[in-house]
């Protein structure tokens, strides 16, 4: 490694240790410690450094419109219902009147294939996402990403009301509770 | 033939270019390190196939936990002053110039807004060891709603983000997402993680 040259003393033995300046000087310094130093520090920069930005997903919803006329008028039979329920469970359903609800999932056999074959059937379909309250952000963010998938861009989230609760307890038949009009 | 005497080398090697090399790194990761911000709470993202990235600076991010507590928190210490000061001339908090000072140095808010000043004068290691009781969304008392608008206006570029938790229920959702639209903001961003398991 570098270093100071102090040899020099030897080679005027003779004359009472008295220093000759060689031709020579080295400047050499040892630079370890330096290298060290500059080594560590650019570990801990590197490693601070946040390496990954976060993912998005870009969700763009339609604007809340103050007065009802402004609300744009769909035909109930291009209207697809997703209701996120609780513990994972999906039903979906067309239309309101004689709605058909049908129980699917998240897997790509269960909400994508409706999604799928829905879409090619109607190419006017709007979507209306219904999350109950029991459901999660990831419920959510899956069906999201599902409408991103088949690449339909006509969706909205709109609040679970009281008449799809009324479809969904008659669909499970479980529920005893009373539905108020 | 004479031999030729080999010469001996002293094992110096010469670090100068190494060096030089090393601190040209340091230098560039000292100058370009942006702190991850921390979070307060640990979220665990839900996957999604989007591969937009987010950029680092001008979010406002909304970040809400499992068991349904709302944070805040956005970038850039000037804007989060003058943050601060909108907040408390609104609020009438009482934050003295030092408070403000300490503001803009946090990285997120996660409480009412009266227990704002009380929170500032901990210390960091008090801070670190508060359960923070999250920012208010309900109607009636939406202070989500002044951190957004007042964001909006100190900084016009900023991009409103939400990252929540997997497992937190819709409700507190819909509130974060009924206070952007109602400040108008219908364009945000979900932090979502890569999906893991490949597709199709």
Known sequence: ?181 | MAKVKMQRHSPVLDMTPMVDLFFLLVTFFMMTTTFAPSDFVTITTPHATSEVKLPETNNGTIVISADGRVFYRTDGTKNLRKLGERLNEKYSLGLTESELEKFSRQTGYGMPLSGLKQFLNLTDTQQKNTTLPGIPVDKGQNELLDWIVYTRIVNPDVRMVVKGDKTTNYPVIKKVLDSLQDCNVNRFNLITDKETNTLI
Do not use: H
């Not at chain 1, 976060?54 to 291009?78: A, R, S, W, Y």
């Not at chain 1, 469970?89 to 129980?103: M, N, P, R, S």
């Not at chain 1, 999660?136 to 069906?143: A, I, S």
């Open chain 1, 1 to 181: 490694m570098g270093e100071v040259n102090t040899e020099q003393r030897s080679k005027g033995g003779d004359k009472g240790g008295i220093v000759k300046k060689g031709k020579k000087m080295p400047t050499r310094i040892d630079m370890t410690p330096m290298v060290d130093l500059a080594a560590l520090l650019l570990t801990f920069f590197i490693l601070a450094t946040t390496f990954i930005k976060p993912q998005v997903m870009q969700l763009v919803l339609p604007e809340k419109n103050q007065e009802d006329t402004n609300q744009p008028k769909v035909n109930e039979k291009n209207v697809l219902n997703i209701v996120l329920g609780e513990d994972n469970k999906l039903y979906w359903y067309i239309g309101f009147t004689q709605a058909q609800v049908t129980e699917t999932n998240y897997t790509d056999a269960g909400l994508r294939k409706v999604l799928q074959e829905q879409s090619n059937l109607n190419d006017k379909l709007v979507v209306l996402v219904k999350p109950q309250d029991e459901s999660t952000y990831e419920n959510l963010v899956d069906t999201l990403d599902e409408l991103t998938i088949n690449s339909i861009a006509r969706y909205a989230l709109v609040d679970f009301a009281v008449e799809d609760k009324a479809l969904i307890d008659a669909f499970t038949g479980g529920s005893p509770a009373p539905v108020g009009g």
